[in-house]
DNA sequence: CTGAAAGCGCTAACAT
DNA sequence: ATGTTAGCGCTTTCAG
């Protein structure tokens, strides 16, 4: 393996001026840069990682934690971040916390028991107190994007008004009989965004001066099934039914679209529908929704880490945007 | 910070010792082991894994390269890798490269220039020599996943034999004319599966002493709205039609059945329809397809991997399995 | 702008 | 079973 010594033998300079040159940190005149990338590049030469975080303190390496792969809002952002990071430079160790208490503990423990990362993004987890101490403790920049956390720096949509906003383009329509779909409990625990999308739900209907008996509720799981077997409960129920029906992600939409073409009821002369995310699937379904923009988020939440490493005190925080996309879901109510 | 001396002072040992009973190589009698193992979860050590990654050449550490965070085949595999590697208290660094060239060159560089990992797991990605030269110059266990690579040790499912199997299924049905909606050249390009399974295609069909005249070919993006659209291009087009789809992906089957009903043919009447995967909303659909198991995949990776890494050989690789899963899109077509 | 040299915190021979 | 000690390969003062 070639050494920072054989760079340093072969270009005639100090260990020190290489690692200067190549790491570009303090001066090297010019020429002897050159002199000494091109012999570390003749002599295919590369940094140790562990040599260099060892003596520096700095890994280049940023923990994400995330507690699903395979959703969509997750994956998105991963790819945002990973965007980033990529680009200048950083490696991404990926911590997939689970349901499995076991497991999670294991992935907190792994933080502190190995020191190897610059930074952390926790990417829409719930993380209890002690989970959050244990971060914080590291003394590390944390930020969290997509699920508030009052204890570290986030970046997310604000649920509550991105729900308001769903709830009262139902309710502008002219809809008086609307219905949520949303997640339940279990679900919950781990991630709080749907019950703050059902208190948006509820502000608006209430805000319209409706009661919330007209409310209907069902619970699902954010996937195309739950929103389908939950749209069956809502509309197949008995008595007076929702003309329109909000519900907390495009894939839940989705579902309930599905579910609607099933039972007979013409999407949206019979039932509006509207969902929150810009999944890449809601234009295919001309569904209305609420798009958010999860790479995007992925990716801002990992320049403004960087900055914060590189010392820049990072831009203002803005909240994460959202945008009302019309589309044909949605349309008043038939009377 | 406190370090392994700080530890070996308050358990009244050498920190040779307190290594040792950390890391459980070498031996430490039973009583010193956990004296030390005590001090050392009081006094709240940790080790630093660059210092120990510099002076063991370990890192515990895997790279996994994929290709796309945010499609079902490669997520669940990651779940799977991530699953067991966290397990066994291993990192993972997560290596996303992109179709951006340059981007990709800078993961490959990436490997080199920090010799962060102990081994290395590539999801589908088509390597080209140059790139898969690099790899397996690094002299680490490298192991591939769901994409043949001829110089790798590779995981996958026979995607020749599998798309052999559905197209079977549908002969054996008594179909005669039947479609492939695969994948175009581009999509090919960086993951030969799609090929792979239009090979396997063509042979069913040959062997079933059919024509490829008979033997309709489209070509998707192994998305929803990509079946939807080839299907709509193959059941619009005036001619005889084919009574049977095979679809490369159950992502692309899904979008055909949708296209199906919107057309108004009846599925599996009018035609039945067969994809690849297994994937989670096959089964809501009904969806008749073969399945794959993905999170098995890459969960069975990551074992052999560790297994090289500890020496032990490793078992005997046997190709991943997969299995043909009749629902309600296929049947034997009307005449 | 460049060099010398002292670590960074741990592991693994080698002794004992 | 445990201690001693020489590095692992780099970064970073401190001098010059």
Redesign the interface.
């Known amino acids: 393996m070639v050494s920072i010594d054989d760079v340093a033998g072969a270009a005639g300079v100090s260990t020190a001026t290489v690692s200067r040159a190549l790491s570009g940190r303090g001066h090297v005149s010019a020429a002897t840069r050159e002199r000494v990338v091109a012999t570390a590049q003749s002599l ?1 030469y ?9 003596a520096s303190g700095r ?3 940023v923990g ?1 934690i995330v507690p699903f ?2 959703r ?1 809002f997750f ?2 952002v ?2 945002g971040i ?2 980033v990071l ?2 200048r ?1 950083f ?6 916390i ?1 349901a499995d208490a076991d ?1 999670r503990q ?2 907190f423990e ?1 933080f ?5 990362v610059d930074a952390i993004i926790a990417v829409a987890v719930e993380l209890d107190e002690r989970e959050t101490e244990r971060l914080t403790g590291l003394d590390i920049p944390i930020i969290a994007v997509g699920g508030r956390n009052p204890s570290l720096r986030t970046l997310a949509i604000d649920d509550v008004a991105v729900a308001r906003l769903a709830t009262e383009h139902l309710l502008t329509l002219g809809h008086r009989r609307v219905a949520y779909i949303g997640a339940d409990a279990a679900y919950d625990l781990d991630f709080h965004v749907p019950s703050r999308r059902q208190e948006g739900f509820e502000t608006a209907v209430r805000e319209a001066g409706l009661s919330l008996e007209d409310a209907v509720q069902e619970s699902a799981d954010f ?3 739950g929103g ?1 077997h939950a749209t069956k409960r809502l509309l197949g129920t008995p008595g007076p039914r929702a003309t329109g029906i909000f519900a907390a992600s495009d894939e839940t939409a989705i579902g309930a679209l599905l579910a609607a073409r099933d039972l007979g009821v013409a999407v949206p002369q019979g039932v509006s529908v509207i969902g929150i995310d810009g999944h ?2 809601s234009e ?1 379904f001309g569904l209305t929704t609420v798009a958010q923009y999860p790479f995007e988020q992925g990716a801002r939440a990992a320049e403004a880490l960087l900055a914060g490493l590189e010392g820049t005190p990072g831009a203002e925080e803005t909240p994460a945007p959202y945008r009302l996309i019309v589309r044909s879901t949605t349309a008043a109510p038939l009377r």
Chains 1, 2 share one sequence.
């Open positions: 295919g590369v940094v140790s990682s562990s040599a260099s975080s060892l890994t280049r390496n994400v792969l395979d969509w994956s998105t991963l790819s990973s965007s990529t680009r430079g490696d991404i160790t990926l911590y997939n689970t497991a294991k992935v792994s502190r028991q190995r020191r190897r996937t195309i099934q389908y890449e699937l295919f």
